[in-house]
């Protein structure tokens, strides 16, 4: 058990990924690139580039515009 947590400073970002997803997409499961889209955009650790490149590589054929524009919904949201 934890016994000493440490304080940090931290912001708290509600995204409703779920519904957006299911909104725009009519699928639950592009939620996950709406929250990435979100971090991407928020953190900058990796560029959107990047990440666009890897959904290019990495998901099926015939959902990757969907997924890049999900991953697009998700760093506007964070505005």
Known sequence: ???NVPKVKARVFKVPATEVAEKSFQAK?????????????ISNIVSKSSVERAIKE???K??????????????????
């Not at 990757?64 to 964070?78: D, F, P, V």
Request: glycine share 6%.
């Open 1 to 3: 058990m934890v016994k």
């Open 58 to 60: 990495t998901v099926p």
């Open 62 to 79: 015939k959902t990757i515009i969907t997924n890049i524009q999900a991953l697009k919904k998700g760093a506007e949201l964070s505005i």
């Open 29 to 41: 499961i592009y939620a996950n690139m709406i929250m990435l889209g979100t971090l991407t955009k």
